[in-house]
């Protein structure tokens, strides 16, 4: 089984140097690139290799980046989005620490397919030791001719810089970003004009994930078909796939796009903890519907979580076990979008307190009847298309989907005006 | 009369040469004279914006949207505990309990030694090694609240 992302990644999680990059074959791909390929040829490949957005919501990148008008004016800009913050998420931060130069080799080939001359990491703030690892590989690039002025002589020119985020989870929405970027508060922009056209400082800029941007060099070394053979399905490539919660060995791990949901959580993450039973997950962060016990064999890709009902979204799920109370879980999952909420539009600003307030008033034992009615009212109404962003459509997601496969749950608390759980978990 | 040292107009003058735009490098500022003085006072805020050419009101909208900017006074040790979903599952309700026992505060609040300041937080991002906290810039993963009292003492 093939590993491209993560094959280099030492037991001790120790970050490869410049040299040890190379070593191993780093930067093979950027000098094929800047020897061999035009930037409209760095596009083809990437198109052809069907590689999606591996931040969340799964967007075509090859296809992201042909909207890029190649013959504007400078400056263009690529930023790598590395503002992990999706809840139960945590895989861009192994790339992140462990191998910073296949990072920053991605984002110069896609900076050259884009003919963007300047970049930035937006770093999250609580990544420390990413900072320190990225300045340092950054250094190194410079250093070596990867980064500046004329690059292995190709007359190709890359500036790059680390910025490292205050804080708020609406940075990594990718307009939130760029008005971050910016200096201003990171507040959703509205569309069009697309960022290709019109992004950081009014310039055709490109904002891809971290795990996306490392997928490049290997794609461009080694083609789309042998992008496609990684998979199991149509979907192609590999993916960091992590499981948190009461499992037995919660990790990641880089596996086959659309391993199944049952090989994840028995066989990777070892199954639950004794004595407690599956009952439901958020395959890819807190924004994604629940799946349940009839989804295990459900392949973990693009196309087959979305046929199941939920999105594969960031592919680090969070798992939820029979003793551990769904009303309290998805209270939890909404404060932390209602306080997340940047207050720009209405619906999002005003409706997730509410619903944090009604879903904690079920979880005390206050609830009444009419709630459950007012929960899936607020579903419609902060659904898509009501908002001016995807926060509050992505709070309903697990919301919604709690309403209905949890429903005896809610009734529960709401009958019995107490939560059922109260003597096995102490989270009350 | 401005205030900022020559250390941090050095840093916000680093910050600027990586942006098009004096503006922008607002946030950095922020941060470089919050690492300097441990949070941002209304003196300092003022000095900032009128070193990054801003009003005080528009740089002021930009650090009260941000919680990593601190607008009040905090304590010498920020413990910033994760209450995102996976470290509820695993128990961070008992982890803040814990903490706010032992430290006599709660949530938002600075001991009055002024040595620690608690704040909850959302995904510290290392989900598989919940629950988790943050001190200053160090990172506590698979925590147990037998373990709390030892790590605090590191800080005291």
């Not at chain 1, 693009?302 to 979204?313: D, F, M, Q, T």
């Not at chain 1, 940047?342 to 509410?354: A, I, K, Q, S």
Request: proline share 5%; with cysteine.
């Amino acid at each position: 089984m093939e590993r491209p992302l993560t094959q280099h990644i030492r037991e001790d999680q120790r970050p490869l140097s410049l040299r040890e990059y190379e070593k191993v074959g780093g930067y093979q791909a950027l000098r094929k690139t800047l020897k061999d390929l035009s930037p409209q040829g760095v596009q083809q490949v990437v198109k052809e290799s069907n590689l999606r957005g591996r931040g969340g919501a799964g967007f075509g990148t090859g296809l992201k980046w042909s909207f890029v008008p190649l013959d504007a004016p400078k400056p263009k800009y690529l930023v790598a989005n590395a503002d992990e913050m999706e809840p139960g998420t945590f895989k861009d931060r192994i790339l992140l620490e462990c191998t910073p130069h296949q990072l920053i080799e991605g984002m110069i080939i896609s900076a050259y397919a884009i003919q963007a001359n300047i970049s930035y990491v937006f770093l999250r703030w609580a990544y420390k030791v990413a900072a320190t690892v990225i300045t340092r590989a950054i250094a190194e690039a410079y250093e070596a001719g990867y980064l500046g002025k004329n690059i292995l002589g190709s007359g190709f020119d890359l500036e790059m810089h680390l910025h490292t985020g205050v804080g708020r989870y609406m940075c990594g929405e990718e307009t939130a970003l760029l008005n971050s970027l910016e200096g201003k508060r990171a507040t959703p922009r509205a569309k069009p004009p697309f960022p290709q056209i019109s992004g950081l400082f009014g310039r055709p800029t490109i904002v891809n994930n971290v795990e996306t941007l490392c997928n490049i060099p290997h794609i461009v070394e080694k083609g789309a078909s042998w992008f496609q053979s990684l998979s199991r399905t149509s979907d192609p490539g590999t993916k960091i796939y992590g499981v948190s919660g009461k499992v037995k060995k919660p990790g990641a791990w880089e596996l086959p796009m659309g391993v199944t949901l049952r090989e994840l959580i028995e066989d990777y993450a070892g199954g639950m903890q004794d004595g407690l039973t599956f009952k439901g997950v958020l395959p890819g962060g807190a924004s994604t519907d629940f799946l349940v016990t009839e989804h295990l064999d459900v392949k973990m890709d693009y196309p087959s979580v979305a046929a199941a009902g939920s999105r594969l979204g960031t592919g680090t799920m969070v798992v939820l076990d029979d003793k551990t109370c769904p009303v309290g879980f998805v209270k939890n999952l909404e404060h932390f979008f209602a306080q997340e909420s940047c207050g720009y539009c209405t619906p999002c600003r005003e409706g997730l307190p509410w619903i944090e307030k009604i879903l904690g008033s079920i979880d005390d034992g206050d609830g009444r009847e009419e709630d459950l009615e007012l929960l899936h009212k607020h579903v419609k109404f902060l659904g898509p298309g009501n908002t001016f962003c995807a926060l509050a459509p992505g709070a309903m997601e697990p919301l919604e989907s709690a309403l209905r496969y949890f429903k005896d749950d809610f009734e529960r608390h709401i009958h019995e005006q107490r939560c059922p759980y109260h003597n096995h978990n102490g989270h009350h | 009369m401005n205030m900022l040292t020559i250390e941090e107009k050095l840093e916000i003058d680093e910050a600027i040469s990586h942006v098009p735009v004096r503006k922008a490098a607002g946030i950095e500022a922020l941060k470089i004279v919050q690492v300097h003085r441990r949070w941002i006072s209304d003196e300092s805020l003022q000095d900032v914006a009128d070193y990054m050419s801003m009003t005080r009101e528009e740089l002021d909208s930009v650090a009260t949207f941000y919680n990593m900017l601190f607008r009040k006074p905090v304590g010498r040790h920020i413990i910033l505990a994760c209450d995102s979903i996976s470290c509820w599952v695993m128990g961070y309700e008992s982890i803040r309990a814990h903490l706010s026992q032992h430290l006599g505060i709660g949530l938002g609040e600075t001991t009055a030694d002024g040595c620690f300041t608690l704040l909850p937080n959302c995904c510290l991002g290392t989900c598989d090694h919940a629950p988790a906290l943050m001190i200053d810039n160090d990172l506590y993963r698979d925590l147990k609240v037998e373990e709390l009292k030892d790590i605090l003492n590191k800080y005291t």
